[in-house]
């Protein structure tokens, strides 16, 4: 098996065991970070650019490090107001790096299809670190391989996703992720932040929390993106978090080895309760740990198929 | 020929064999990028601060991945509102740099004449990225090494720059640098985009495009700063596209191997139609893969200078 | 003697020796930045992470040069308006950089105490690059480096802090630090900007800087923070010039040898003047190369004493 892409855009156009070959990578690539000097030369040479149109510093942070513990060179384009202001469309901006001879972009962008759109009008290779609603394939990545990890397997998993399902990246590529790895996928939220038609992509719905979680394995807890609506979609943080937070008093109901993720920065007392996230179920730490592994894995394959479909085209 | 000046401050101050000593390093080092792994350890143990008054993305990304390629670290200060609140004078913020045993600064300044009082201050290289309406001599530079590949020579061509002359850096530049490799250069604009006693630079002056362009080797499309002026200096966007764009239209009736340059970022239906920009005779992104050489053999040049300036005061 | 903590947070908590040996390990490191190759292996595949929720160039590039210089990768977190939206608590984030399994935090933040408290919390160094009105270690300790170079010693000397005593980390620090190395600290300002009960630090109070000054070896001026306060603590910095600000007429009346120190940026004409400032008995712009000195030993020593601890936890 030999990934043949030089993109990854999204999970939901990926095979069973294209997922499985990030993750097999990103296993091999885990131990870097625990040696003494945290540095491979695999990507000596190359150039990464962080081209970042939504303020992230997290997965910036993440894609950062990831890159230099593979000897890559890294250039960050925050695109605030002030630099933006001259206006130039995302593909010109593509084009531009291309030609600057650049390797990779890792594209966070607020509109989703924005990664695929780059990706068709450039030869480099793109990374969706999030674009709109629609995904954020190396988020749903980690939180697979740390469930890898811990369960020893993902076929036959029950996962069940919490909070605002409608507008998150991260739940559509986790249930993309999950299902074609042969896991139950659960996504639980009140009724105005669930999708229409969700149920099409193999989920079972549910609106009530503890319905949700009898029988799971792990629950991912999305964050509430309080800064992003000026008038809440939900009554209030507190209301939230009677009906949807995942508190110790739930917790003690459910599974003694059940996991509990959150993609982070948490909202302590809205969507979880810091005695949960905080205690021996959480694996919160672990998906950042993981979240390089397998970053180093994507920056990786991406660069090897390049490379791979570049030497074709000469012969 | 040996380059004997610690700084690159505009192209008016040079000699004719110091721009093509520029253009013939670039010509070594453009090679760099293509190469599977793109780096020479050229400046190895050296360090850039990027020093950026103005916001500028492109040219604060090609310098950092120009001086990466060389081995050389990059440190950024971009002097936004915020980071400048504390005021200290350039010269000051110049001084301290030194002290930090940096090796040399790009600086980018809304003032002309900022780079000059800079270097006259400071032992280590200083580098003009841009200064007000004064020069931008690496933009130039790039066009000239883009015009040279592609003709073989510089000396009896013909170039037109079209656009915002008064207030561009990029014309002053262009000026300087082409009319002393020997090209013949004219400049075409509305009257009130014009610098007076512009023809003392040795220029021929249009203010009909067409007439501009009869014989012209190369056009330069100067980027209309849209977000500059507050007040449009000319009636609209659309009347200038119709009197000063370079359109399919225009461009059948001109030499059939003319260039179309343009310095970036575009702003396609204003100064130039999306279809001449992509077309054949667009070098525009050519021209950004040039600004990595460029800016690598000028990042060289200057460090060789002012070693041996170094070696030889301790003799 | 060897280095024993992980961090540094103050001079408080150091013993005499302990600040000697950060002297005496940023004397050898001081000749790295002489070199042609301004770089040493010593931090190789180690990351340190710039933590800013405070705007700092000058702290974050000397940062960001020491840690070039140790081989060391950096990652730059300026916490502005719009990337701390999210609202990340400082210990969540500090626990998030070290699932990243980065070795060292640069910490600059606005609250007193805020390094203690991440330190407290993570398993990483912290180094404290200055928080709220409590400690600027490294600050003091390369104003100490630079009295030792010119005296030989600190012990026996005088040393006079003027200016806004009650708000400056600086003033702190340095008074911990001059204090346990034997010098005698004097501090002068008007009474607004004078702590209460600043004398229990060992310190002799002055209100008229030409008494403070009669026999000090040193006078560090330290920085009006203009942008600091909406409303003037002060009647006007011409005033404040005028009973507090460093002179030449003033200097003329002082020892000889007496060093000017300022640790930037300087208000010229509000508590120093030019003449001063650029003569020939200030040190200000050796402060700042010795600076990056002091950084490249902290750096180096918090990862040694980790590397103990850790391999002593695994016997």
Known sequence: MEWRHKDLLGLAELTKEEI???LDTASSFKEVSTREIKKVPALRGKSVVNLFYEPSTRTRVSFEIAAKRLSCDVIN????????????????????????KIDIIVLRHNSSGAAHLLARNVGVSVINAGDGWHEHPTQALLDIFTLKEKFGKIEGLNVTIVGDIAHSRVARSNIWGLT????KVCVCAPKSLLPIEIERLGVEV?????????????VNVLRMQLERDEKTIFPSSLDYFKQYGITMERLKKLKRNILIMHPGPLNRGVE???????????????Q??????????VL?????????????AHH
């Not at 950042?288 to 894995?297: E, F, K, L, Q």
Request: proline letters at 0%; one cysteine or more; a negative charge.
């Open 180 to 183: 074609k790895l042969g896991a």
């Open 288 to 297: 950042v740990t993981n979240g390089i592994a397998v970053r180093m894995a």
């Open 77 to 100: 384009i925050i695109a605030d107001t002030s630099s933006v202001r001259k206006g130039e469309s995302l593909v010109d901006t593509g084009k531009n790096l291309e030609a600057l």
């Open 300 to 312: 990786y394959l991406v660069t090897q198929a390049r490379e791979t479909i570049k030497n074709e």
């Open 272 to 286: 979880i309760s810091s005695e949960v996230a905080d205690g021996e179920n959480s694996v919160i730490l672990e």
């Open 20 to 22: 499985e070959l990030i």
């Open 206 to 218: 549910f609106n009530d929390l503890d319905e949700a979680l009898r029988d799971t394995d792990c």
